[in-house]
């Protein structure tokens, strides 16, 4: 069975930069797409950034110019990565990977938590 594991998550201070790992097991993940999203108690769930299938990167706002997601592959594992700079207060989030199969099937990870002091 497809599993998700998160690790990366941390606290850091404004300004700082901290790196996201998820790793996607358990088959292969080359026809789905990856997904890096964001919760934090006063908002909705969000995307933060995001690799389709075959590649295509798309950021959300606030995440553009600070936030790098990259993707590796296996034969039976995908790790999706993202870096991130310049973080600031309001990045303070859970922060939840995810993959979504060619049949538009969604699934989480549990999630890992940030938290940037000013």
Not at 87 to 96: F, G, K, R, S, V
Request: some cysteine; glycine content about 10%; hydrophobic content about 30%.
């Amino acid at each position: 069975q497809a599993q998700l594991v998160e690790s990366g998550g941390g606290s850091v201070q404004a300004g700082g930069a901290l790196r996201l790992s998820c790793v996607a097991s358990g088959r292969g993940f080359s026809s789905d797409d990856m997904a890096w999203y964001r919760q934090s108690p006063e908002k909705e769930r969000e995307l933060v950034a995001s690799i389709s299938s075959v590649g295509a990167l798309r950021y959300a706002n606030a995440a553009q110019g600070r936030f790098t997601a990259s993707r590796d592959y296996t034969p039976n594992t995908s790790t999706l990565h993202l870096e991130m700079d310049s973080l600031q207060p309001e990045d303070t989030a859970m922060y939840y990977c995810s993959f979504t199969t060619s049949s538009l099937s969604l699934h989480w990870g549990q999630g890992t938590p940030v938290t940037v002091s000013s």
